[in-house]
């Protein structure tokens, strides 16, 4: 398995356009969530899905960001206009089905976004 | 409000000192408490969870209710140990994980 898949992988884009961001989870995984990591405020989650329904989504920073799993395999996180202070490194990550031994959470590698 | 700090943004040790990496947490009910590591160009993974009781690479960290912190802990440091660390907690009856802001640690030879 080639792990929780993100693309791009670097993505560098003007202010007001917009940005979509990919994931692949984990197959078998029931649990999706997208995060993004700064210097300053680390690692914060934005939204997590279970079996494809967003289950919260009060980390989204604002409506420009939106996030869909339309299907077990597929998720998409958008910003749209985007802004420079939304540049930050967003990752994914994926993790089975609640149990007392499934809390463990799988990255993928992220996304660079640069927003000039 | 569930909370996770982690007070040092940057440890700084030479090899063979021992390593202390503090977080301390707010949450109302009994809380699951994981220590997440990101070592250079490598992907955020688990490091280790308190309910294992274990032992990952020489690192321990236990849960102390009573000061609500769970410190990572390493008695002699080394090189490959250096990366960002991250302390995450999580709630019962959720999948949802709320991490630290991160503590970089920097082992010298």
Not at chain 1, 57 to 64: L, Q, T, V, W, Y
């Given at each position: 398995d080639a792990g929780v898949i993100q693309s791009p992988r670097h993505e560098v884009t003007e202010m007001g356009q917009e940005v979509t961001l990919r994931c692949k989870p984990i197959s078998g995984h029931n649990s999706l969530f997208w995060y993004r990591q700064t210097m300053m405020r680390g690692l914060e989650l934005l939204i997590y899905f279970n079996n494809n329904v967003?289950?919260?989504?009060?980390?989204?920073?604002?409506?420009?960001f939106s996030a869909k799993m339309p299907n077990a395999s597929f998720s998409t996180l958008k910003i749209q206009p985007s802004e420079p202070r939304d540049s930050a490194v967003y990752f994914c990550a994926s993790s089975l089905p609640q149990g007392r031994d499934s809390y463990e959470q799988y990255f993928g590698p992220g996304t660079r976004l640069t927003v000039t | 409000a569930q909370r996770v700090t982690q007070p040092e943004k940057l440890l700084s040790v030479f090899k063979g000192a021992p390593v202390e990496l503090k977080c301390n947490y707010s949450y109302s009910g009994s809380p699951e408490l994981f220590w997440y590591v990101q070592y250079s160009r490598q992907r955020l993974q688990l490091?280790?969870?308190?309910?294992?009781?274990e032992s990952i690479k020489g690192f321990t960290a236990d849960l102390n209710k009573g000061e609500t912190s769970f410190h990572l802990k390493k008695p002699f440091a080394q090189e490959e140990d250096s990366a960002m660390y991250y302390c995450a907690l999580s709630g019962y009856n959720t999948d949802k994980l709320i991490f630290g802001t991160g503590t970089r640690l920097q082992v010298f030879p």
């Open positions: 967003p289950i919260d989504d009060s980390g989204m920073p604002e409506d420009r | 490091l280790l969870r308190h309910i294992s009781r």
